[in-house]
């Protein structure tokens, strides 16, 4: 085991997947010359050449057309939309074509791409360049929805999206690039759709994703050392497909179910968990199910507002403790 | 600029007679299942939205002889004449507007999205500008691949003001890649004329340079002058001479789609352009270049007949399954989200 | 009272309110000489002329930076995006700035302007334009959106969302656009982010949107004559602002939740709704909340296929009925 | 094209003393401001990330200085040169820089976002390319409300290949609407050089023609030039006579933003641009037009005094209150999205 950054964990996906298949490919906005913005691609463009680590334009559509005509016709692309916020200009090439060709031809397309993309809060950005929008590509039929916490998650799961036959967002944290952690050497490869277990409690069932799970895990060190509540910590890791049976498999245990959710209040992916539970584990439950959310407002820049938005341990822990009773 | 001229005549014939013939077939194919499907509206067989091509039949005609068949089509919801153009079935065409089992994609996709991946029809898209970006995919694929094949991407002349076209166009070109992309230009996007919305005559020509490209306009009507730019396009690509952006002149006979009956458009025009109907005046040039009327004949005599054939067996294809409904979200097969 | 059409009562809903305010105006393509292809605006044009009312290009971030730009300098305008699915090449100017421009700036602008756009299924149109996307906009925090289900509600909503000093998304229904319905003559403003209880029951309590709506009512009258169920129907309206007091007023008389939703099943608005009632309502329910969605999957073509793909009045029944005991 | 020279001599002088004082007090205001945001950088003062526009100050002050007070600015995250410019407080862009409770925004915007509506600053837009349809829709409103205002949109040239730039200038070229869209060719997108992206050798200008234009370059180092520029550009659009698209070259002595210490460029670049220094040869100039030495001195203690004033003020400033999140996402001033 090497100790590696989140951001060393992605090019080390990339690197694993792209030795073993030459039809890997990674496009986009200063991802070769430069290794990326976040630095998560130094060292590609050195080792497998401009032909196959490629800067584009700055035109989003293009990229992700460009992947996905691609993947249509044989390659294994891998596009990385810088921010997440920038979805938003190519969002018809990936709800409206990527997401629905398949289906539309009758299954006459497999469209095996990856989109990387850095999502997320914390680094006092401002509004358009924060924003956490998992969410958006969850509501989307046709896509699989990828968001790891760990740098081992990275590689593992992003080899796994590479290798699935489907177009998969990958939703990597930018407040997570510089975290460090134990990866697998060798080549590793993940499966997409399974939730982890990270910490096993007896009161409160706490689901998290990407940035949320470190701090819901640090929120239920505190639960249980200072309030004597024993929390369960779920990571969620990947939202489509969603592994409703670990997550359904903890919740009956505790009778409680919490979401920490990065993404603004309404239509979050905590909206959708807590639905599936209400639905199917009503008679589970024993008391109300409670979403953690960062309000339903756009993201503010300065620290202190910043930082009193999105979900902390402080909000998790004080919002856990007034209503698990 | 390359206004294309026909300075050619019968003792000097750079096309040929077998071409000729497969030019006329593929126009008249396309002309008589438009005009079914026409029928079949009224009929209310045809459900949904349609856009005929009646009137550009050369131009996808003309494309359909000069590719290969590995080569790569993608279009517009206005797209059944580039998909019968390359060699899918009528009854697949028809089935699909019909909604029947034995559609192009078994009902699932409608008369916006004909695909027929075998035939290298690679879909028709049906939200303007989307399909620029993704045929240049295809073209970079092949690049990449070091394949032959070349990528033709049919869109209108509506679509050279959104963004997709722009960013195409411009990474197609940086990155030479081995496509053509052909603009329609019927003079309309839906109703509202083309000069109402772009502030230079030619929508896509007038923007070539832009993109470091060669200025071509081309009479559409023609089926003989698109078939050589047409062929000049594709080898430049095939050679790795990088994209090509053709603009061809032509005009829909009916409305933009089954709800329109086109009324907005002057009668002056549509008379003028009915008399440029490129299927009569080709069928003229056949007789020039000495072919006979027997020969003429027995060939609308067949396509009339496939037609019918194809139209018989679409009716008579069942509706499909509710079952497909849940497959092929997923590459597995299926549509499930969760375990 | 009149009777007008759905797509009638668009039209008088924007002539009063340009009749005015002469800073209302209408842009977007085929709009003005055609009338809109749904011709939801005929006779707009000969009514207030071309400098009023404005064919554009094909362009629909220029439509809407134009609506945004004219927004912020003292104007009110409407701007039509034909099919909803197009918001997704537009996405950014929505959601990245329309909705968020006035909180970046500390509330420097207004934005008021109105997105009138044709949502959702049953024209047999297939996946790219027959989406129902309402919950795309209620995801993004800084929009307003109005789903209105009868013409009444079309003109009065309308001319409220054309007088809020917020962005509205207002999504016109397709399938309704020929209905009929009685309309108040004269100057006809409603409110927007009341919802309203269409009919009265005692056990269980239908929420539903826009096409959803009928079919609610439909499926409570068969559910009262032939299987002795009673249900509220309480027709939404408005996801943002939302009326969850009368929404969770009509939960709490008979213990059981239902939505019924057009868009696909995740993250959809009936998972928002769903979780407030989770959390807020928990101790007042009798049973499992229920959604009835569109399946999460693109939309097919074909008649048959569509009908069995959205929710029907059958659907909606059988489910009741299956799970209300 | 139209390659802007200074024919201009001492006894021949278009421009006058009192414009060329305000347009170096104009450059220097930008230079001194945003050195001083570099330097707090490094004491972490400034949060977040951060995109000065040293080195091409020439464009903002010239633009700044020929615009009337109502006319509207549209700029990107590179936008504090283009803010100032139109007369906003240092204290207010510092203080949003450094997150301060005197900030422009109240600090919740950050130094993306810089917007002064009193000033006619409408706004920063940090997502590339989404402002040129904006700035477009505040041109067709004061074309609309039949008022003389004209907007300016700047950008970079690397905004000249996505979709928004094509469909804001397509549209303000067939409105004829009051705009004047103003590239700022830094020869970088962020870290790419922008001939690797581009097909033609002037992103902006060689596509004016795309929309009817004419083709506009100007050194955008030379703040006379582009002053002569920006008034034709504005005259002709208060005129009525539509937009104008206008590729200024210039050069960023620092990096993209503030991770980046700009080490892809090759040296001997940086070091001719540097000779280029938009300042020091304004200076010279102000010298060369009898302007005295000692005048020269006073502003520049003057706007040295100004910026550090500023830096207090802002240093000073508390931090926003955390009640101010809930606050004005609505008009009604809240934040409340149910009942
Ligand atoms: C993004 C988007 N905007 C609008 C439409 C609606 N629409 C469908 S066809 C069309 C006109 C297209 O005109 P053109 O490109 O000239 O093609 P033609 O129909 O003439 O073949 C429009 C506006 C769409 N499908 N997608
Ligand atoms: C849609 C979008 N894509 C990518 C980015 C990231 N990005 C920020 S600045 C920049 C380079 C812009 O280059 P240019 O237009 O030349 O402006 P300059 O920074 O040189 O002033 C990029 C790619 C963005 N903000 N928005
Ligand atoms: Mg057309
Ligand atoms: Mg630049």
Redesign the pocket.
Same mark, same amino acid.
């Given at each position: 085991m090497a100790k590696l950054t989140y951001r060393e964990a992605v090019a080390a996906g990339i690197a694993q997947e792209m030795r073993r298949d030459e039809n890997v490919v990674l496009i986009g906005e200063d991802v070769a010359a430069a290794g990326g913005v976040f630095k998560a691609t130094v060292g590609l463009l050195d080792e497998f050449g401009p032909k196959r680590v490629r800067d584009t334009p700055i035109a989003e559509q293009a990229i992700l057309g460009a992947a996905m005509g691609a993947a249509m016709t044989g390659m294994r692309p891998i596009a990385e939309i810088m921010f997440s916020d920038f979805l938003a200009v190519c969002w018809?090439i990936v709800a409206n074509q990527i997401a629905k060709t398949r289906y539309m031809t009758n299954g006459q397309f497999e469209i095996p791409l990856v989109i990387r993309t850095a999502n997320g809060g914390g680094s006092r950005f401002g509004a358009q360049h924060s924003q956490s929008v998992e969410n958006w590509a969850m509501a989307i039929p046709g896509l699989k929805v990828v968001a790891p916490s760990t740098p081992a998650d990275v590689k593992g799961l992003l080899a796994a999206a590479v290798r699935d036959p489907d177009p998969v967002i990958f939703f990597e944290h930018k407040a997570l690039y510089a975290t460090k952690g134990e990866v697998p050497d060798g080549e590793y490869v993940d499966e997409l759709g399974k939730a982890k277990v990270l910490r096993q409690g007896s009161d409160v069932t706490i689901v998290a994703l990407a940035l949320m799970v470190p701090r819901a895990l640090k929120a239920a060190e505190l639960l249980e050392s200072e309030h004597g509540i024993s929390a369960t910590v779920v990571d969620v890791r990947s939202l489509v497909p969603l592994d409703t049976q670990t997550i359904f498999a903890e919740v009956e245990k505790t009778g409680r179910l919490y979401t920490v959710e990065e993404n603004p209040r309404l239509c979050g992916w905590g909206a959708e968990i807590s639905s599936l539970v209400a639905e199917e584990l009503f008679y589970d439950l024993d008391g109300p199910i409670v979403r953690i959310t960062t309000p339903h407002i756009p993201l503010p820049a300065a620290d202190n507002l910043e930082d009193a938005t999105i979900p902390s341990v402080e909000k998790i822990v004080q919002t856990i403790r007034e209503t698990a009773g | 600029m390359n206004d294309q001229q026909n300075n050619v005549s019968p003792d000097n014939d750079d096309i040929g007679e077998e071409t000729r013939l497969r030019l006329y077939r593929s126009q008249l194919e396309i002309r008589q299942l438009e005009n079914r499907a026409h029928d079949m509206f009224l009929e209310n067989l045809v459900k949904g939205t349609s856009?005929l &091509?009646v009137g550009?039949e050369a131009i996808a005609a003309a494309f359909g002889v000069a590719m290969d068949s590995e080569d790569y089509t993608f279009c +517009?919801?206005?797209g059944h004449a580039h998909t019968l153009a390359r060699g899918a079935s009528m009854t697949g065409v028809l089935g699909e507007l019909m909604g029947r089992q034995c559609g192009l994609l078994g009902g699932k996709g409608g008369s916006m999205h004909l695909t027929d991946v075998e035939h290298g029809v690679m879909g028709s898209y049906? @939200? @303007?500008? &989307?399909h620029l970006p993704i045929a240049m995919g295809a073209a970079w694929s092949a690049q990449y691949r070091g394949t032959s094949q070349v990528t033709v991407c049919f869109?209108?002349?509506? +679509? +050279?003001t @959104?963004g997709a076209f722009h960013e195409a166009l411009n990474m197609a070109a940086v990155w030479k890649l081995p496509i053509v992309f052909v603009c329609? *230009? *019927?003079l309309?996007?839906?109703y509202t004329p @083309?000069g109402e919305v772009v502030p230079v005559e030619h929508p896509a020509a007038d923007r070539a340079s832009a993109y470091g490209l060669e200025s071509i306009i081309v009479d559409g009507n023609d089926a003989d002058a698109v078939y050589r730019i047409a062929q000049k396009a594709i080898k430049l690509a095939r050679d790795g001479g990088g994209p090509s952006l053709i603009e061809a002149k032509t005009y829909?006979h009916y409305g933009?789609?089954r709800a329109d009956p086109g009324t907005y458009r002057p009668p002056e025009e549509v008379e003028a352009w009915l008399a440029r109907d490129p299927i009569p005046s080709y069928r003229a040039r056949l007789a020039e270049f000495g072919i006979g009327e027997e020969v003429i004949e027995a060939m609308e005599t067949e396509v009339d007949a496939a037609v019918d054939e194809a139209t018989e067996t679409a009716k008579a294809s069942p509706i499909p399954s509710v079952d497909i409904i849940d497959k092929d979200v997923w590459a597995d097969g299926g549509c499930a989200w969760r375990n």
């Amino acid at each position: 085991m090497a100790k590696l950054t989140y951001r060393e964990a992605v090019a080390a996906g990339i690197a694993q997947e792209m030795r073993r298949d030459e039809n890997v490919v990674l496009i986009g906005e200063d991802v070769a010359a430069a290794g990326g913005v976040f630095k998560a691609t130094v060292g590609l463009l050195d080792e497998f050449g401009p032909k196959r680590v490629r800067d584009t334009p700055i035109a989003e559509q293009a990229i992700l057309g460009a992947a996905m005509g691609a993947a249509m016709t044989g390659m294994r692309p891998i596009a990385e939309i810088m921010f997440s916020d920038f979805l938003a200009v190519c969002w018809d090439i990936v709800a409206n074509q990527i997401a629905k060709t398949r289906y539309m031809t009758n299954g006459q397309f497999e469209i095996p791409l990856v989109i990387r993309t850095a999502n997320g809060g914390g680094s006092r950005f401002g509004a358009q360049h924060s924003q956490s929008v998992e969410n958006w590509a969850m509501a989307i039929p046709g896509l699989k929805v990828v968001a790891p916490s760990t740098p081992a998650d990275v590689k593992g799961l992003l080899a796994a999206a590479v290798r699935d036959p489907d177009p998969v967002i990958f939703f990597e944290h930018k407040a997570l690039y510089a975290t460090k952690g134990e990866v697998p050497d060798g080549e590793y490869v993940d499966e997409l759709g399974k939730a982890k277990v990270l910490r096993q409690g007896s009161d409160v069932t706490i689901v998290a994703l990407a940035l949320m799970v470190p701090r819901a895990l640090k929120a239920a060190e505190l639960l249980e050392s200072e309030h004597g509540i024993s929390a369960t910590v779920v990571d969620v890791r990947s939202l489509v497909p969603l592994d409703t049976q670990t997550i359904f498999a903890e919740v009956e245990k505790t009778g409680r179910l919490y979401t920490v959710e990065e993404n603004p209040r309404l239509c979050g992916w905590g909206a959708e968990i807590s639905s599936l539970v209400a639905e199917e584990l009503f008679y589970d439950l024993d008391g109300p199910i409670v979403r953690i959310t960062t309000p339903h407002i756009p993201l503010p820049a300065a620290d202190n507002l910043e930082d009193a938005t999105i979900p902390s341990v402080e909000k998790i822990v004080q919002t856990i403790r007034e209503t698990a009773g | 600029m390359n206004d294309q001229q026909n300075n050619v005549s019968p003792d000097n014939d750079d096309i040929g007679e077998e071409t000729r013939l497969r030019l006329y077939r593929s126009q008249l194919e396309i002309r008589q299942l438009e005009n079914r499907a026409h029928d079949m509206f009224l009929e209310n067989l045809v459900k949904g939205t349609s856009h005929l &091509a009646v009137g550009q039949e050369a131009i996808a005609a003309a494309f359909g002889v000069a590719m290969d068949s590995e080569d790569y089509t993608f279009c +517009t919801y206005r797209g059944h004449a580039h998909t019968l153009a390359r060699g899918a079935s009528m009854t697949g065409v028809l089935g699909e507007l019909m909604g029947r089992q034995c559609g192009l994609l078994g009902g699932k996709g409608g008369s916006m999205h004909l695909t027929d991946v075998e035939h290298g029809v690679m879909g028709s898209y049906a @939200i @303007i500008g &989307a399909h620029l970006p993704i045929a240049m995919g295809a073209a970079w694929s092949a690049q990449y691949r070091g394949t032959s094949q070349v990528t033709v991407c049919f869109f209108g002349d509506g +679509t +050279t003001t @959104i963004g997709a076209f722009h960013e195409a166009l411009n990474m197609a070109a940086v990155w030479k890649l081995p496509i053509v992309f052909v603009c329609e *230009n *019927n003079l309309y996007m839906e109703y509202t004329p @083309i000069g109402e919305v772009v502030p230079v005559e030619h929508p896509a020509a007038d923007r070539a340079s832009a993109y470091g490209l060669e200025s071509i306009i081309v009479d559409g009507n023609d089926a003989d002058a698109v078939y050589r730019i047409a062929q000049k396009a594709i080898k430049l690509a095939r050679d790795g001479g990088g994209p090509s952006l053709i603009e061809a002149k032509t005009y829909r006979h009916y409305g933009h789609s089954r709800a329109d009956p086109g009324t907005y458009r002057p009668p002056e025009e549509v008379e003028a352009w009915l008399a440029r109907d490129p299927i009569p005046s080709y069928r003229a040039r056949l007789a020039e270049f000495g072919i006979g009327e027997e020969v003429i004949e027995a060939m609308e005599t067949e396509v009339d007949a496939a037609v019918d054939e194809a139209t018989e067996t679409a009716k008579a294809s069942p509706i499909p399954s509710v079952d497909i409904i849940d497959k092929d979200v997923w590459a597995d097969g299926g549509c499930a989200w969760r375990n």
